[in-house]
């Protein structure tokens, strides 16, 4: 892959960056390793995005720290199944990829849980640290997020 000539005039100085506290997960799900990193591939996908490699350490008993490195930059997921908590990480450069993507296919594998969702633009084409959307979340398995 070194190799490979990239245009990187499609991804430009601009991302999405998406950081997501999530907690009240299943406490029998949370320690699913796989299943965790099954969702996140998946959405992965789903954002357009293409997934390079996987770090991964696990934790004993339970518990994770991964990280997916993109084309377009990275994933990373921190489990704290004692806690019932993840925190997640998930950053595109460009405008090709739906990061948010990412995180709602994570939170669909989850079923309900809370989750508090920063959406930042990044880069040249906004002014640094611009905030689109922030706030306190309840998610139920089968309804649209609803404010808590």
């Known amino acids: 892959?070194?190799?490979?000539?990239?245009?990187?005039?499609?991804?430009?100085?601009?991302?999405?960056?998406?950081?997501?506290?999530?907690?009240?997960?299943?406490?029998?799900?949370?320690?699913?390793n796989?299943?965790?990193l099954d969702a996140l591939r998946r959405g992965v996908d789903a954002s357009g995005a293409t997934l390079c490699g996987l770090q991964l350490e696990e934790f004993?008993?339970?518990?994770?720290?991964?990280?997916?490195?993109?084309?377009?930059?990275h994933v990373s997921v921190h489990t704290y199944p004692e806690q019932q908590a993840?925190?997640?990480?998930?950053?595109?450069?460009?405008?090709r990829c739906r990061p948010e993507l990412i995180l709602e296919t994570l939170l669909e594998t989850l079923g309900p849980c809370e989750h508090r969702t920063s959406v930042i633009?990044?880069?040249?084409?906004?002014p640094l640290g611009t905030?689109?959307?922030t706030g306190r979340w309840r998610r139920s398995a089968r309804s649209d997020p609803q404010p808590a």
């Not at 506290?21 to 029998?28: A, Q």
């Not at 004993?60 to 930059?73: C, D, F, K, N, Y």
């Not at 993840?86 to 405008?95: E, K, P, R, S």
């Open 121 to 126: 633009h990044r880069g040249a084409a906004t």
């Open 60 to 73: 004993q008993p339970v518990g994770m720290t991964a990280v997916l490195v993109l084309s377009e930059s």
């Open 131 to 133: 905030l689109r959307e």
């Open 1 to 32: 892959m070194a190799d490979q000539i990239v245009d990187q005039s499609i991804f430009g100085f601009t991302g999405t960056h998406v950081l997501s506290d999530i907690t009240n997960v299943d406490p029998l799900l949370i320690a699913e």
């Open 86 to 95: 993840i925190f997640v990480d998930a950053f595109t450069c460009g405008t």
């Open 34 to 36: 796989g299943v965790i």
